[in-house]
Each structure stands twice: as structure tokens, then as C-alpha cells.
């Protein structure tokens, strides 16, 4: 493969990766206006977060077994004009309810690009590999939280929240435009998969029973977690407690994902030295014990504006190097079935993002707690069960010798 060519293919499925990012980090700094605008509070309007995130969840499960029985490319069209229809639904939306709904179809549609570009890395790179081009696609998805924020914090100041959803679309269809002159087939479609319940019930359970899955994705998904946290909570961290603008907001968004990005990409020259499995290990660590530092410097109310930033940037680094490896020691032992392989691994990630992103609307409290607990909690939890798993581990798979039953 040319050096341009395997440019082209890391932007494109960076792009896909990214939609998803996109869309649930541009309309954060018009938190406030939406609520305004259809008279609810900010907590209100931070469950059109939640559903999205749901959406996201379900939609993993069911673009899986889709990818493998009709290759990658018609799913991930469809969802594509899922998304695109969605989207414009958003901007016409005049209350919260109706918001919550479209935004719940606009995340089903958007992870079908997120599911596919994650197969597609499977599918046209040699497995060695695969931890590296997943870093370099989190330095594409890192533009979202460096520009989207921004962006959508100028926008709507300037035009108004509804304009946010106009670009999205645009996004989408330029994406599309993408995929299909220049991405090529990946996969070709498997017609023995059966698209009855229970045959998708076979090769999901045939996927979960792998250790070397269960282990690396569940750990990952909640060690990333963390980030949803912050996600979730930033907007009332730093509008409503610490009393910035929203073009502020978007200008330290964009700063923390420096942290996220760079370590993501100081972790393509970690892998050359050492073995993914020792990096997620020693990162889990570090991020537990940052995390734990965060919770009792809130809790004593010592961190003002800058010690807080500080934190969540460091915990962010942490999530930044764990996530590209734990995504390639999920998928390594899957070849043929890399779609279900992926929606569970999508599927793991969004679900605990889901559940975090609501437990943030629970908390009552006028501080960055909250959003530390949660981040202690993830990386905690995410240590154990990367403990328990380990031992279930006989030999990690460097190759593809692990394969789905298609019936």
C-alpha cells in the first residue's frame, strides 16, 4: 500500500470515526440558549446528550451483524442517510422532547460510520498494525473536540444552535460523497449469516466468550468512560460553576483534547518499545491514582478554574493511551466476523458512556465532584476487571485464528 493511499484510507475512516464526536461536542456551548429557547433547564436539555448516547448503544448491536451479511458499505450508506435526515429533524425541533427523540435516531445513524470504520481497520490493515491506525484515528477524531466545541460556541453566538445541526449535515453528506468514490470494499459480504435472532445471538455470544475480548473491551469501555464524564459534565463545570462564555468553553475544550490527542499519538511510539498489554496495565494505574487526586482536591474545594483544567487534561492523557489498545487486543482474535466483533465492542463503550452520562444529571452539586468521582470510579473499575480478566488469558492472540460460527 502507498504512503497515499493509506493517508487517504486513515482520513476517511477518521472522518467516520468522527461524526459521532461531532455531533455531541458542537452543540454543547448552546446548552444554555437551547434551554432558553424552549424554556427547560440545562439538565434538561444534557438528556438530548443521554439519548444520543443510548442511540449510539443500540445501533452498535444492530449494525454489527449487518457489516458481516452485506459487507460494509450498504449498512453504513444507510445509516449515513439515517443520520442526514436526523439531523435535519434537530433543527427543526421547537422543544426538548422532540429534540431528545431526533437526537436518539441521529446517534443510530451515526454509528453506523463509527462500526464500519472500526471493521474497515480490521478489514484492509495487517494486524500488527491495527493498534497504530487506531491511534492515528483518534488524531483525526481529536479535531472534534478542538474544533466542534469552538465552532459551535461561535456559531451560536453568532446564528444561532439550530445552524449547528445545518453543518452537521453538510458534514454527513460530504462524508458520504467520501465513502463512496474513494473508500473502497472492504468485505465481501458473508450470505451464510442468517439474519434471525438467534444465529445473531450465536456469534455475539461467540464473540463475548473470547477472553481476550471480554477482557480488553469491557476494561477499555470503562476506563473510557472517563471521558464521558467529562463530556457530560463540562458544560455545567465550567458555565454554570466557574461562570465562562461559551466561546471560553470552546477554547478550553479544544485545549483538554490536546491531551487526549497527543497521548493517543505518544502511544504510536510506545508501541514500538512495549507490548500493549503492559502500556494499558501501567496507564490504568496512573489514571487511577490522577483520578483519586481529582476527588480529594474537589472535595476540599482546592482546585479553582486551573487546577481543575489540569486534572481532567492529565486524566484525559491517561484515556488517550489506553483506549487504541485495548480497541486492537479486543478485535485481534476476529477475522471474518470483525463487524459483530466491532458493534460489541461500540456497543460496551457507548452503553457505560450512557449510563455515566445520566448518572452526571443525578448529581446535584455545585462543584467539579461529580465529574472526579466518576472518573476515580471508571479507572478503578476498569483496573479490576483488566485483574480479573488477565487470568482467563492463556495466550494473547497476535493472529487471526479465532473465527465466528456463521450458523
Known amino acids: 500500500m502507498t504512503k497515499k493511499r493509506y493517508t487517504t484510507l486513515v482520513l476517511i475512516l477518521g472522518s467516520l470515526t468522527a461524526l459521532g464526536p461531532f455531533s455531541i461536542d458542537m452543540y454543547l456551548p448552546g446548552f444554555p440558549e437551547i434551554a432558553r429557547e424552549m424554556h427547560t433547564s440545562t439538565a434538561r436539555v444534557a438528556l438530548s446528550l443521554s439519548s444520543y448516547f443510548i442511540g449510539i448503544s443500540a445501533g452498535q448491536l444492530l449494525y454489527g451483524p449487518l457489516l458481516d451479511r452485506f459487507g460494509r458499505k450498504p449498512p453504513l450508506y444507510a445509516g449515513l442517510v439515517l ?83 445545518i453543518i452537521l449535515t453538510g458534514l454527513a453528506v460530504c462524508i458520504f460523497a467520501a465513502v463512496f468514490f474513494l473508500l473502497p470494499d472492504s468485505y465481501q459480504p458473508d450470505k451464510s449469516l442468517s439474519l434471525k435472532p438467534k444465529p445473531i445471538l450465536k456469534g455475539f455470544a461467540a464473540v463475548i466468550k473470547e477472553p481476550q475480548f471480554y477482557t480488553y473491551a469491557i476494561s477499555g469501555g470503562i476506563a473510557f468512560s472517563g471521558l464521558f464524564a467529562y463530556v457530560a459534565s463540562s458544560p455545567l463545570v465550567f458555565m454554570d460553576v466557574f461562570k465562562v462564555s461559551s466561546k471560553a468553553y470552546g477554547w478550553i475544550f479544544a485545549f483538554l483534547s490536546i491531551g487526549f490527542i497527543g497521548s493517543s499519538q505518544v502511544n504510536s511510539y510506545l508501541i514500538t518499545k512495549y507490548k500493549s498489554q503492559q502500556i494499558v496495565k501501567v496507564a490504568l494505574t496512573v489514571m487511577v491514582i490522577i483520578s483519586l487526586l481529582f476527588v480529594a482536591g474537589a472535595a476540599q474545594h482546592i482546585f ?37 466483533a466491532s458493534s460489541l465492542l461500540g456497543a460496551f463503550q457507548m452503553c457505560i458512556g450512557s449510563a455515566v452520562s445520566v448518572g452526571v444529571s443525578l448529581f446535584k452539586s455545585n462543584s467539579a465532584l461529580p465529574m472526579a468521582v466518576l472518573m476515580f470510579a471508571a479507572s478503578a473499575l476498569a483496573s479490576i476487571v483488566l485483574l480479573m480478566g488477565s487470568k482467563h488469558i492463556k495466550q494473547p492472540v497476535v493472529s487471526s485464528d479465532v473465527k465466528i460460527a456463521a450458523h
Open 83 to 165: 443520520y442526514t435526515i436526523s439531523s435535519l429533524a434537530c433543527c427543526f425541533s421547537r422543544d426538548i422532547n422532540m429534540l431528545i427523540v431526533v437526537r436518539f435516531f441521529q446517534a443510530v445513524g451515526s454509528c453506523a460510520a463509527a462500526v464500519a470504520a472500526m471493521a474497515m481497520v480490521r478489514d484492509l490493515f495487517p494486524i500488527q498494525d491495527n493498534a497504530k491506525v487506531f491511534a492515528l484515528l483518534i488524531l483525526v477524531l481529536g479535531a472534534s473536540p478542538m474544533i466542534a466545541p469552538t465552532v459551535g460556541g461561535y456559531v451560536t453566538d453568532t446564528v444561532g444552535w439550530q445552524v449547528i445541526f
Open 304 to 340: 479553582g478554574l486551573t487546577g481543575t483544567i489540569a486534572m481532567i487534561f492529565m486524566v484525559l492523557c491517561c484515556v488517550g493511551i489506553i483506549s487504541p489498545n485495548t480497541s486492537a487486543l479486543s478485535l485481534a482474535p476476529f477475522e471474518k466476523n470483525a463487524g459483530i
